[in-house]
């Protein structure tokens, strides 16, 4: 529910996007959708620059995890990449609360939450491929679009580039939690076919607000889930589908990396300890909801 003032911009701004809105969220019709793509936009698999892959496996083998388990993890930055998003995020302006519009800098967090009286969990940069050249760097890797390409069977797009921080919270609401997309299950309604990579540049562990998925969950449904009016589930109704042992928790030093079909069940969680910086690139095969400005170069 507290999405809906952003699925109803979304709306306004695209209105082809209401056949997917109603139709995206059936395993189905996005079965379907996808193969039809795939033929109409056949592909040439584009051979990975040396480093450029930031895994010790080829990017077919990358995609093939994802294929089977819905995630795939052991991805790393370099190190002076880290160091430098990370001097960029801490020095420019991040934009929170129900409508994004929010401004702090995370020094200023806690004085910007009594000066608005409201939860700010997170703060996004804006636009971080514009204003970040490491960003704009890493959108570019061929490793990763190749990964993109091999798994959503047809020329990759950018569709969003975020880059976040999540703050520790007393007591938030389920609104705060589910517009912070924080220990709230949902799956992700942004195109036909998508793909997400995700970068901590923070040291994440169990108190740091690790990412959680589902695995297995973005091919398999139960008949129950196949046409739900609203994307989320409580842990109750994901672990009776799936099973405990399928949540799958990242944690781990600043810089480590994972991907993932956000079609698949995940959440992020409620930092109880220090702050956690995220950078998320997503790529998809259509236009239909498109966030950001085609990548330059
Ligand atoms: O913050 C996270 O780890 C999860 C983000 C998320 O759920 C999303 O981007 O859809």
Not at 161 to 178: G, K, N
Not at 206 to 227: I, K, M, N, Q
Request: charged share 20%; with cysteine; net charge positive.
């Amino acid at each position: 529910m507290a999405r809906l003032p952003r699925l109803w911009q979304d709306l306004r701004a695209h209105p082809a996007w209401l056949v997917f809105f109603v139709l995206g969220r059936c395993p189905m019709a996005r079965r379907g959708v996808q193969g039809l793509i795939a033929i109409a936009r056949r592909r040439q698999v584009a051979a990975p620059g040396p480093g450029e892959a930031l895994a010790p496996w080829d990017s077919a083998t990358v995609a093939a995890a994802v294929k089977a388990e819905g995630i795939a993890t052991g991805l790393r930055l370099p190190p002076d990449m880290v160091t430098r998003i990370r001097a960029y995020a801490e020095t420019n302006t991040c934009y929170g609360g129900r409508h994004w519009t929010t401004p702090f800098t995370i020094d200023g967090h806690a004085e910007a939450e009594r000066q608005h009286g409201c939860k700010l969990l997170v703060g996004s940069l804006r636009d971080p491929m514009q204003n970040c050249p490491e960003v704009a760097e890493l959108v570019r890797n061929r490793w990763l679009q190749d990964i993109a390409a091999r798994y959503l069977g047809a020329e990759p797009r950018v569709i969003d580039v975020r880059l976040w921080w999540s703050f520790p919270s007393q007591a938030p609401s389920r609104t705060d939690l589910s517009l912070a997309a924080q220990d709230s299950f949902h799956f992700d309604l942004a195109d036909w076919h998508q793909m997400k990579f995700f970068f901590y540049l923070t040291d994440v562990d169990e108190r740091g607000g690790p990412h959680l998925y589902v695995r297995g969950s973005h091919a398999h449904r139960p008949f129950a889930h196949h046409f739900p009016l609203f994307s989320a589930k409580t842990d109750r109704q994901i672990i009776g589908a799936y099973g405990r042992k399928a949540v799958q928790m990242i944690t781990g030093p600043a810089g480590t990396g994972f991907v993932e079909d956000p079609f698949g069940y995940h959440t992020g969680t409620l930092v109880t300890e220090g702050r956690r910086l995220v950078l998320e690139i997503s790529f998809g095969i259509t236009d239909v909801v498109r966030h950001v400005r085609p990548a330059s170069g």
